[in-house]
């Protein structure tokens, strides 16, 4: 177990309602700071691999669309169109900073077959190797409900054991996980350490994501139970200021800290 301080392999999760404005389109200011931040990690010596929701978000804002399609198709087509526009801004982003971008997208079907899981790990080790930061979607054009992972924070998750990370950081538009939902709550308090992911907690955590987003608070438990099985640690923290990622890799208490190890 190692905590964030002395992670050298990270894998690092941002949401599309992070990423985006309501209107869909992307949030440019926090995206430049985010690959500001990594950059500079990655020169610090991090090796860093990115999981980025945003692909349909991104497509329904450049297709003009009212809103989120509800149909499989439409969300494939979004995301065909949304998944270029992301990797060019990453692409010409993190060229700015010297830093070489290359895009996986992933399949439940290539995460559970033991082979093409190997393949995955061999072709993450090659990246990582050649010093690029690789950057991860879900195959939301081939992927169909039966056989998607579904959302990012469990991809994010299977990707930390996939590629041995030394821990998961899950950026979010809340600052962690709270003792009740602070949006209906005053009196709701940040919980900053968690050793035991159980029924209760998950209890406490609350509904679904945004309108630009698939996940929540339940999908997040559920990425750091994931990665607490396998002993890593993960971290919850809110995305709108990347700086923070510095304070918790100097060793500050930031956001949620799921304890690696603990006993479920
Ligand atoms: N893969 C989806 C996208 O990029 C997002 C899934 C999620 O929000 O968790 O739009």
Not at 88 to 113: A, P
Not at 132 to 143: G, H, K, Q
Not at 147 to 167: K, P, Y
């Amino acid at each position: 177990m190692s905590t964030a301080r002395d992670a050298r392999r990270i894998v690092l999760k941002v949401g599309s309602s992070t990423l985006t404005h309501p209107t869909g389109h992307i949030n440019i200011r926090l995206m430049e700071q985010l690959v500001r931040v990594m950059s500079d990690l990655k020169n610090a010596g991090r090796e860093l691999v990115l999981v980025s929701s945003g692909a349909i978000a991104v497509g329904v804002g450049k297709l003009g669309l009212r809103q989120r399609p509800g149909d499989i198709p439409g969300k494939q087509a979004a995301a065909a169109v949304g998944q270029c526009e992301l990797m060019y801004l990453y692409d010409r982003y993190f060229s700015e900073y010297n830093h070489t971008v290359g895009q996986v997208l992933l399949t439940n079907y290539s995460l559970c077959r033991p082979e093409s899981r190997e393949n995955v790990r061999n072709t993450f080790e090659a990246l990582l190797g050649l010093g690029v930061i690789p950057v991860v979607n879900e195959n939301d054009t081939v992927a169909t409900d039966e056989i998607r992972v579904g959302d990012n924070d469990t991809l994010s998750a299977i990707v930390a054991q996939v590629t041995g990370a030394d821990c998961l950081i899950i950026l979010s538009d809340i600052d962690g996980l709270y003792t009740k939902n602070p949006a209906d709550h005053a009196d709701a308090a940040l919980v900053e350490e968690v050793r035991v992911i159980d029924d209760a907690l998950f209890a406490t955590a609350g509904g679904a994501g945004s309108a630009r987003g698939t996940g929540g608070m339940i999908t997040k438990l559920r990425a750091a139970q994931i990665v607490q099985r396998a002993g890593g640690d993960t971290y919850i923290i809110n995305g709108k200021t990347p700086g923070r990622l510095y304070d918790l890799l100097e060793g500050a208490k930031v956001g949620t800290h799921f304890v690696g190890g603990g006993c479920v």
